[in-house]
T-cell receptor, first 113, second 116 residues
Framework: DAGVTQSPTHLIKTRGQQVTLRCSPK?????VSWYQQALGQGPQFIFQ???????QRGNFPDRFSGHQFPNYSSELNVNALLLGDSALYLC????????????FGQGTRLTVV | AQKITQTQPGMFVQEKEAVTLDCTYD???????LFWYKQPSSGEMIFLIY??????QNATEGRYSLNFQKARKSANLVISASQLGDSAMYFC?????????????FGTGTRLTIIP
């Protein structure tokens, strides 16, 4: 049984560009959350998707948007990239929004130059 | 607003010794959950242990135990008989368990290094 998979693993983008990151949840999981982890920091919650809807959102600007597909996979889109968007982006899935155990992927390392 | 504080940026521990990683939290919600995650250099966050705010007993999972002191708002992780493979970043996290607000809030982490 595959766990949470994220693609790509590494990405380099230029300031001002747009980027799309992808996440496939663990089999049977319908809830996907995205986190941003800057170097030397703990992960910060971006948003959560459940039943193809954004269920809750952290303190991130509208440049950060997402989508969840009928197969529960999810995308994170970031527009107008800033140097400060450089971070590890982690996807987590769970059986439902209230489930205690979230499984994380290995993350996508985004570098903005 | 919920907050997690980890005051130990780094720790060095001799192999086979026990280690305690500190975590304090702040929340006004009576119902919450406390988590510990391990993050090796590969980046993946690995779930270790969970403690609910209404749980009477301290949580244990193999070599991991959570020392939950509700009045002091602390949730320290204890690793018994440390191994070289325990070297990693460790994050304490909290979730307020009310509908629509189940996001995880993380601390800044502690880098644990096990010395042979």
């Amino acid at each position: 049984d595959a766990g949470v998979t994220q693609s790509p693993t590494h990405l380099i983008k230029t300031r001002g560009q747009q980027v799309t990151l992808r996440c496939s949840p663990k089999s049977g999981h319908d809830t996907v959350s995205w986190y941003q982890q800057a170097l030397g920091q703990g992960p910060q919650f971006i948003f959560q998707y459940y039943e193809e809807e954004e269920r809750q959102r952290g303190n991130f600007p509208d440049r950060f948007s997402g989508h969840q597909f009928p197969n529960y996979s999810s995308e994170l889109n970031v527009n107008a990239l800033l140097l400060g968007d450089s971070a590890l982006y982690l996807c987590a899935s769970s059986l439902d929004p209230e489930n205690t155990e979230a499984f994380f992927g290995q993350g996508t390392r985004l570098t903005v130059v | 607003a919920q907050k997690i504080t980890q005051t130990q940026p780094g720790m060095f521990v001799q192999e086979k010794e026990a280690v305690t990683l500190d975590c304090t939290y702040d929340t006004s919600d009576p119902s919450y959950g406390l988590f510990w995650y391990k993050q090796p250099s590969s980046g993946e966050m690995i779930f270790l242990i969970y403690q609910g705010s209404y749980d009477q007993q301290n949580a244990t999972e193999g070599r991991y135990s959570l020392n939950f002191q509700k009045a002091r708002k602390s949730a320290n992780l204890v690793i018994s008989a440390s191994q070289l493979g325990d070297s990693a970043m460790y994050f304490c996290a909290m979730r307020e368990e009310n509908f629509g607000n189940e996001k995880l809030t993380f601390g800044t982490g502690t880098r644990l290094t096990i010395i042979p």
